[in-house]
């Protein structure tokens, strides 16, 4: 089934925090996620089967860095390709492995070391990051994802609407290049109780700015947690013509961390989910399969949110 369809006659569930899955299994190395899936593909297929087998419909690729801008800091820019192949592949073997349903892969595009906002504000002749430049960054990434084997794409975590407009612009052009027309989620990340991203833009704005882009899914993640961004998407619910995401963090964090227990996580979630404002629901940092599994026991049954 193709998953716009899905999405008329359920709320999917998406997956949780990759990093947080990461850390708790004392792997030690250099911090850089997205290089795990070429040098322990096993850590990331375990966290990927993890959340599948606690009923994630969507689980995405641990890619979210996985392009030459962020990359620069590890020396690894000429490996974007190679990586994100791997992210895409493992995510797929693991996706594939379930059974008894259908399981999409999403291919994650996180929002780059660098915010293009800020370049181009501040004129500074020594920044080499332009437009051109961030959508090549994007292209190579997509284009690697989609030979991967991905379902769709993750633009995600965004600040910054140029980087986003960016990231769009690429999976477009991929897209086109190779005759495939695969769905769009676009999650937006807040930075206080004003609802604006980092740059200052409303999400309203930004999603007015994307409207036209056929997406399949708008929404936030990150953030805070889900009862603080409760209005949050229950204004974006209002006026979005396309399906709703929501996947938030386990709760504010603390000085031990994110401490919002599965069953608190899902109880805020279901709300929402009662409430009509939701077609996608899962979890961001903090969160785990512990969460993802409540948040889908939680939200079975429920009706997706009309759109």
Not at 98 to 116: A, E, I, N
Not at 184 to 194: G, R
Not at 208 to 215: I, K, N, R, V
Request: glycine share 8%; with cysteine.
């Amino acid at each position: 089934m193709d998953i716009r369809e899905a999405l008329k006659e359920r709320i999917l569930i998406l997956d949780g925090g990759m990093g947080t899955c990461i850390q708790q299994t004392g792997l030690e190395y250099d911090g850089n996620n997205d290089a795990l899936p070429m040098t322990h593909p096993d850590v990331i297929s375990g966290i990927h089967k993890a959340y599948v087998d606690a009923g994630a419909d969507i689980i995405s690729t641990c890619s979210f860095s996985a392009n030459a801008v962020s990359q620069e800091g590890y020396g690894m820019q000429d490996r974007i390709r190679e990586m994100n192949i791997a992210a895409a592949s493992v995510a797929r073997r693991a996706a594939d492995s379930c059974q008894d349903r259908k399981v999409w892969v999403m291919g994650s595009m996180g929002p780059t070391s660098k915010s293009l906002f800020i370049a181009e504000m501040m004129m500074d002749e020594s920044e080499t990051l332009t437009f051109e430049s961030l959508r090549d960054a994007y292209s190579v990434q997509a284009d690697a994802l989609l030979e991967g084997g991905v379902d769709g794409f993750l633009v995600e975590t965004v600040t910054d609407q140029r980087n986003a407009q960016a990231a769009l612009e690429a999976i477009a052009a991929v897209q086109a290049r190779r005759s495939t027309s695969l769905p769009v989620m676009l999650s937006a990340s807040i930075m206080n109780t004003s609802g604006c991203i980092m740059t200052g833009m409303p999400v309203s704005d930004l999603y007015s700015q994307f409207a036209d882009y056929g997406l399949m899914s708008f929404g936030l993640n990150c953030s805070f947690g889900a009862k603080e961004l409760y209005p949050f998407i229950q204004e974006i619910s209002s006026y979005v013509k396309c399906a709703t995401s929501i996947y938030p963090n386990a709760g504010l964090p603390t000085a031990n961390g994110y401490e919002e227990h599965p069953c608190d996580t899902a109880g805020y979630l279901e709300k929402m989910a009662a409430d009509g404002l939701v077609n996608i629901a899962g979890g961001c940092c903090g969160t785990t399969p512990e969460h993802i599994r409540e948040v889908a026991r939680h939200l079975k049954g429920i009706a997706p949110r009309k759109y």
